[in-house]
């Protein structure tokens, strides 16, 4: 006789190798068994500026999505290397990683400061980041590195940068004459254009810029914001602020790590540290407007610093500099590529973005009348 098998029997026993074989794949994901790596990222910025914060973000962002596999410890400026000197670090694995600004190595090729503090053309910040991820920034400066000066350097980029003012003076600027002859801290291709308006420039890290201010090695210097001014102290040696400037209209952090280290990285941790940089390029820019803002009020309110609008005299001089500099460098071919790539970006975005933008000025004047005096 067959022995009936009841229907209930079965689905449990369905049901219940189901269940065993959905604990199976629960109990062995698909997940990296690689090694934890931990990985030190100098900076080249003291421990009290807001960029180390920043650095801190995106160190933040690559150890929360690494889940404890990839781990990256920051250190200051000065802790293994000079803050100017973190790419012959990273290149000669004497760090892992750096958080820096390519103007900080232009010394050993000037097409450094193209990517990051070159010619105004036109864009800002956020438009020239798009030139280096979608315009083919990203592709020559990856040639820069690899063929031209055969680092072993692998690079991302974050933060679009506000301008940077024209800086702190003891006297206040009325005109591109009073410039002439002053000695001025700037770094990069900022410094042969200072040059070329007849100032006297030295090439300083932040650290180095108060000190330097007080012992009148210098007479006038910018550095890049007014929470970074403000926290070093620039509001005690100088009182007049003059907001706005062609020398440095763009910048970006660099993000760089060794390329072997790079290299030998599982393909998911190379992606953490590439996308973990473009999110903290929004996460440090949404900072930058909330604490570079409070603080300029906080230099007119309570340090009494004279808040200036540079005169356009100044901006029409800067731009007759940069062309005769344009032009030097372009006897460069490299060089001249990575401007004429600029320039066609340029020519198709900014086109569109000034064309299509609102009156942003009409809208502020009409809420706050009188607010701005320029």
Do not use: C
Request: hydrophobic share 40%; aromatic share 10%; no cysteine.
């Amino acid at each position: 006789m067959t022995k009936k098998i009841s229907t209930s029997a079965t689905r449990r026993k369905f049901l219940g190798g189901a269940a065993v074989a959905g604990v199976a794949t629960i109990a062995m994901p698909q997940v990296s068994r690689a090694q934890t790596v931990t990985l030190k990222m100098q900076t080249s910025w003291p421990a009290s500026d807001i960029f180390t914060e920043m650095a801190q973000q995106y160190v933040d962002r690559v150890n929360s999505m690494a889940g404890g596999r990839l781990k990256l410890d920051l250190l200051n400026a000065g802790a293994v290397v000079h803050a100017f000197q973190v790419l012959d670090g990273v290149h000669g694995g004497q760090i892992d990683m750096a958080h820096t600004v390519t103007v900080y190595w232009y010394g050993k090729h000037k097409a450094a400061s193209l990517f990051g503090t070159g010619p105004v053309f036109g864009f800002n910040a956020n438009e020239g980041l798009g030139w280096i991820y979608n315009g083919g920034g990203k592709e020559l400066f990856e040639e820069l590195q690899t063929k031209i000066m055969k680092l072993n350097v692998k690079s991302f980029f974050a933060m679009p940068m506000p301008t940077q003012p024209l800086g702190w003076f003891k006297k206040p600027v009325t005109s591109a004459n009073d410039v002439k002859g002053l000695k001025y801290r700037t770094v990069g291709l900022a410094a042969d254009l200072m040059q070329a308006m007849g100032m006297a420039v030295a090439q300083l890290p932040g650290g180095e810029i108060v000190p330097a201010m007080q012992r009148g090695v210098i007479d006038a210097f910018e550095f890049n914001n007014p929470t970074s001014d403000k926290r070093f102290g620039a509001q005690d040696v100088a009182k007049n602020y003059m907001m706005g400037s062609h020398h440095q209209a763009t910048e970006y952090f660099e993000i760089m790590i060794n390329r072997t280290k790079f290299d030998g990285l599982p393909k998911e941790h190379q992606a953490i540290l590439q996308y973990a940089a473009e999110a903290a390029s929004s996460a440090n820019e949404w900072k930058a407007f909330d604490q570079y803002s409070k603080d300029l009020q906080e230099l007119v309110t309570k340090d009494k610093v004279n808040v200036i609008r540079t005169p356009q005299s100044v901006f029409d001089a800067q731009i007759k500099a940069w062309d005769g500099l344009i032009a030097t460098l372009g006897q460069d071919p490299f060089m001249k590529r990575v401007m004429d790539s600029q320039k066609e970006w340029v020519r198709r975005v900014v086109y569109y973005t000034q064309l299509n933008q609102t009156d942003y000025r009409g809208a502020f004047d009409h809420h706050f009348p009188g607010v701005l005096k320029t």
